[in-house]
């Protein structure tokens, strides 16, 4: 149980916490700042690099991934410099991958070339909308042109590149969200993450929200058209929901995301950057401190950067599993919850579970069908207090 780990993989988390604004619904660990040494951070991430290859020697590394923040504004010399010092310190699997979460703006374009040759090979653009008017709504800078004109400069320089849309935006109907949704298709993406809109606590949305000026937001009834238009259109155009809110064709899921929601390790570097790492037979949770100076000043003092916490080898990862795994359409192993936890599902919940249609057990898998997937908050408070 305490290698548990090698059933999802190790992976590594790489965040680059700086963007040129900060978006109204965004409650991702981003800042806006004047300016940035990125020789300093490069130094700092160096030696985080050089630590955790320290504690994780001899494992087999199977992605890695840039996320912010924006670390399409990150200087290519940068990202060159941390891929060749990953390459050094752990041998990398025959389908490496590396994923850049990229904005869709002109200076980050000019950069997809420089990170595909420093060893970045896919990319995932925060398009968000493909309507002008929801763009500057949602606080985008970029237009739909310049989108359009990103995903095609990046196609030209990945193998595999994918894009982020938000829907269930405000005043959206489902034929606005159907026309929409055909025309992202119609681009060929070989992954999509189709998000509805939420309002996250300590945004400016939330804020907005209280004061009762974020208006025109869809009900109940709508949402679940939304989501259900969603599924089909997805599916019809090939592009399976191998989780929640992702879609992609065969051979094309984002695998880094893969070690997540399957329970693998995976180590975290740069501010507010999580982790979970399995070392000498207890399983870590880490989070760095939030503040870009407080951790940089942390890493150039000498310290690990981030801030520990045990996981028991029950309980805890037993729920993490579930919480994650029944996202997925692969669904969860119950005989390997079960040696995590020491005791199995509750069958009787489970039974009454597939009674109404929620989740179905096939082959020792517990899956949420789609009629589950929409309430799957509540098949998981069901499974857990049962």
């Known amino acids: 149980m305490s290698e548990d780990w090698q059933n999802g993989g190790f992976g590594l988390y790489l965040h680059w916490p700086f963007c040129q604004s900060k978006c109204p619904y965004c409650d991702f660990n981003s800042h806006v700042a004047d300016r940035i ?44 410099a941390m891929l060749e010092r990953i390459r050094a310190t752990w041998t990398v699997a025959n389908d490496f991958e590396v994923t850049m979460e990229a904005n869709p703006g002109s200076v980050e374009a000019a950069r997809f070339e420089r990170y595909a040759q420093a060893g970045v090979n896919r990319i995932s653009i925060g398009l968000q909308a493909l309507r002008d008017g929801d763009l500057k709504r949602l606080g985008r800078m970029h237009s ?10 990046a196609r ?30 119609a681009m060929a993406p070989d992954h999509l993450s189709l998000y509805q809109l939420t309002v996250e606590e300590g945004t400016v949305f939330a804020a907005r929200h209280a004061r009762g000026l974020l208006v025109g937001l869809p009900d109940e009834d709508l949402s679940v058209e939304l989501y259900d238009l969603t599924q ?62 407080a951790w940089l000043n942390l890493v150039e003092s000498g310290a690990t ?21 029944l996202r997925l359409s692969e669904g969860l192993d119950v005989a390997r919850y079960a040696r995590l936890r020491g005791q199995d599902l509750p069958e009787k919940k489970i039974a009454e579970l597939i009674d109404g249609g929620f989740v179905d057990l096939h082959r020792d898998r517990l899956r949420a069908t789609p009629t589950g997937r929409m309430v799957l908050n509540a098949i998981l408070r069901e499974l857990l207090v049962g």
């Open 156 to 185: 030209k320089h990945f193998g595999r590149v994918s894009f982020d849309l938000i829907y269930a935006r405000q005043d959206q109907t489902a034929a606005d969200w159907q026309q929409e949704l055909t025309e992202a298709l």
């Open 305 to 325: 950067g981030e801030l520990p916490r045990n996981l028991s080898e029950g309980e805890d990862q037993a729920t993490e599993y579930l919480l994650n795994a």
């Open 144 to 153: 739909v042109a310049e989108g359009k004109f990103a995903y095609d400069i």
């Open 37 to 80: 040494d990125q020789n300093r951070w490069k130094s700092a991430y160096l030696a985080e690099i050089d630590r955790i290859g320290r504690e994780t020697q001899g494992r087999l590394l199977s992605t890695v991934f840039f996320g912010g923040g924006t670390p399409s504004l990150m200087d290519s010399d940068l990202v060159a």
């Open 232 to 293: 089909d259109m997805t599916v019809a155009a090939g592009l399976m929901p191998y989780e929640v809110s992702n879609h992609a064709k065969s051979g094309q899921e984002a695998r880094h995301n893969l070690i997540y929601w399957r329970l693998g390790d995976y180590a975290g570097i740069g501010p507010g950057a999580h982790g979970r790492l399995t070392l000498q037979g207890q399983r870590w949770a880490t989070e760095a401190p939030k503040a870009p100076g």
